[in-house]
C-alpha cells in the first residue's frame, strides 16, 4: 500500500511540474501515474527488502500525447528511493536513451522539483577499448587471423584506418573525448569500429593496464551511485542473460521501466537466438590449431597450456567430423531446392530429422569439451596477469587474452546452435524455429544454421519477471484489437499484473481522417497492386507536401519509386539511401523552405518517426502491414497455434497487424494542434470480416470510405 507521505510526495511533484510549465493536468496521465504508483507501491516485501507476490508487474497502454516519461517518472522514484532500489529506464534504442538524458529527464527533473540522480548505460560495444586499439597498432600483422568467420577477417590496415586509431587514442590521451562512439564530432564506419572494442570475454577487468580509465568501466562506475540507470532493451538483455547485476543492478532489487515495450518480446526472441555457419566454423577449426600453437609458443610451451592444446585434439577432431557430415546431409536437403532458387528451408514446427539430430547431438557434446578447455585456458592466463605464474610473461597473457576470448564465444556459438538442433522442444511449450540458409561469402557458398525462439514468454518468466522487484511496460500500443491478452500470452506476464489502457487526450475525430480510395485491385495480386498504387501516388502527391508512405515490402517500394515520374521523385527520401536520422532531418529543412518532401519507407518509419506540424500532414499506408508469410519464425509460431486447435490468422496474424497498423497511423497526429489524412490504399479493411476489427482498434479518426 502507497503510504501517505510518498503519495503527497508523488502529488506535489506533478503540481510543481504543471505550474512550471504552464500546463493544466491530463486526465490520462494523472490516471497512469496513480496506477503505476499503486502496483509499485502495493509490492510486498520482506524483512530483507525482497518482493514477495506477483502482482509486482504493471502495464500500460497510454495514447500519443500522455506524457508516459513524466508519468512513470513520477511514479517510479520516490518509491524506489524509500525502498532502496533502483529505476532502470530500457527504451528500445540508443538514440531514444539519449534523448531521454540529454532532453527530457533534466526538464522534468527540474520542472517538477524532485532529486534525482540518473546515468545512461550502453554495452561495451559503444566504448572505446586502449588494449585493442594498441594491439590493433602494434601488431597488424595478427590483425584478424581468429575472426568470426573467414568472410570477416580484416585486411591489413589501410594507412587512412591507421591515422583514424590513432587519431582516437591521441583525442582520448589528451582529454577532449571520453570514448563513448556516441560522442565522437564525426561519425565513424562500423567496420573501423568493431575491432576497438571488446566484450566480456575478451575483456581482462581489473588486469587490465588501462582499467583505471577504462570508458566502460568508468561510465559503469558511475551507475553505483545513481537513483535512475537508463539503458535500453538490448542491454537489460545482455545483463539477464549474465545472470542480472554484471553490468546494470541486480534484478531483485531493481524496478524495471520499459519504455515502448512493445518491442520487449521480439528483442528477446532475437537476443536468445542462435546461429552457426558450417563451412566458416570448418575454416575456422583449421586455423584455430595454428593460433593456439602460436600462443604456446609466445607462452614458452607452458606445460599447463600445452597439456590443455594437446587435449583439444580430439574434440577438434571429432566436431571436423560432425561439420563433415553437418555438411553433407544439408548439401542433401538443399540440392533440390537451390536449383529452384529457394535460399532457405525451414524445418516444419522446428522439428529435425533424427539423423540430423545425431549428427548436432554430436556435434553438441564435442563442442561442449572444446568450450570447457578454452575456459580452462582462460583461467590460466588470468593466473598470468594476475603475477601468479612466473613462466609466462604479463604482457603476453594480456595479449593473448582477449584473442582466446574470441576464440571461447565462437565455439559457444558452435555448443549453443548445435545443442538446440539436436533435442526436441519439451512438451507443452512453444517451439523453437529452425531453419537453414543458403549463403554467397567472400570464400564461397556456405550454409547458415539458424534456430531462435517464437515466444519470449518463457525466457522472461524465468529471467525477469521472476526475479525483479518491479516491473512497468509502457507503450502507445500495447493492445492487439483492443485487448492485452495476445502480449501478455506473448510475454509470459504473471497473473497478477495489472492492466491499464488510457486514451490519447487528442480529438482524433476532428483532427484526423482515415481515407480508404476506391481501388480495383488487393494486395492478393501483388503485381496489379503494386501498378495501381504508383497511378494513384502519381496522381495525388504532386498536390501535397509534406508525406510518408509507408511500403510492406522493398520490392513495392522500389518498384513504385521506377515507375513515378522524375518531377516527384525528385522530392523522394528513400529509406537505405540514407540514415533514418538524416532522412527525418532532410524533410523537416525541405518543409521548412516551403518546398514539398515524401519520405518512402517500410516498418521502422511506421513507428518513433516523430514529424509535428507542418512536418506531416499525409501519411499513406500502401497495403495493411501483414507479416512476411515465409518469416521461418511467424511460420513456426502459426504452426504451433494451429497444432493447439487454433486459428493462426485469426489468432496470430490479424493481432499482429492490429498493433502494426495502429503505429503506422500513429504517425500522423503528435500534438494536438496537427491536422492531416492517413490513407489507406487497400480495400481488405473494408471488404473482409477481420477489416471491421482492425478499424475498432484504431484511434476515432473521421472516416471517409469511398
Known sequence: MLDKKLKSEIQSAYSAFLQNRGLKPRVSQKLMVAQIARTIGAIQQTSEGERNGDNHICVVE?????????????????????????????TATVALQEQLVMKDLPQLI??????????????????????????????????????LYEDEIARKLDPVVIDQYRTLLNEFAAGRWDGDRDTLSDAIDEDVWRPL????????????PHFSICPFFQARQALDSVDLIVANHDLVLADLSLGGGAILPDPSDTIYIFDEGHHLGDKTTGHFAYSMRVRGSQRWLSKTTR??????????????????????STPFSDM??????????????????????????????????????DVCSGLAGSAEKVVAKFEQIVDVLKEAMDGELA???RDVAERWYPQVGILLSRAQSVYWLSRSYSKADPQGKSPTARWISALDTADGDDMECRSSPVSAADTLREHLWQVCYGAVLTSATLTALGSFSRMSADLGLPDGSSYERLQSPFDFYSCGELYVPAMKTDPKTPDQHTEEVAEYLE?????????LVLFSSWRQMFTVLERIPDSIKNNVLVQGDLAKHEIISRHKKQIDKDEASIIFGLASFAEGVDLPGSYLTEVIIT??????????????????????????FEEWAVPMVSMRLTQATGRLLRTEQDRGTITLLDRRVVSRRYGRKLLDALPPYRRNFA
Open 62 to 90: 497510454a495514447g500519443t500525447g500522455t506524457g508516459k516519461t513524466l508519468a512513470y517518472l513520477l511514479a517510479s522514484v520516490p518509491i524506489a528511493q524509500a525502498r532502496k532500489k533502483k529505476v532502470v529506464v530500457a
Open 110 to 147: 527540474a520542472d517538477a522539483g524532485l532529486v534525482v540522480r540518473y546515468s545512461l548505460a550502453k554495452g561495451r560495444g559503444r566504448y572505446f577499448c586502449l588494449s585493442q586499439a594498441e594491439r590493433h597498432l602494434e601488431d597488424q600483422n595478427e590483425l584478424g587471423q581468429i575472426a
Open 197 to 208: 572494442t571488446s566484450d566480456h570475454l575478451q575483456c581482462t577487468n581489473r588486469r587490465c
Open 291 to 312: 593460433t593456439l600453437n602460436k600462443m604456446l609458443q609466445d607462452c614458452g610451451g607452458h606445460i599447463v597450456l600445452t597439456d590443455y592444446v594437446q587435449k583439444l
Open 320 to 357: 571436423e567430423t560432425s561439420l563433415e557430415q553437418l555438411q553433407l546431409l544439408l548439401d542433401g536437403m538443399f540440392r533440390e531446392r537451390i536449383g529452384s532458387g529457394e535460399k532457405r528451408f525451414r524445418f516444419a514446427q522446428g522439428v529435425l530429422p533424427l539423423e540430423l539430430q
Open 391 to 393: 613462466d609466462i610473461p
Open 539 to 547: 496522381e495525388h502527391l504532386p498536390k501535397m507536401t509534406s508525406v
Open 623 to 648: 497495403k495493411l502491414p501483414f507479416g512476411v508469410p515465409d518469416d521461418p519464425v511467424d511460420a513456426t509460431m502459426a504452426e504451433w497455434i494451429e497444432m493447439q486447435g487454433g486459428n493462426a
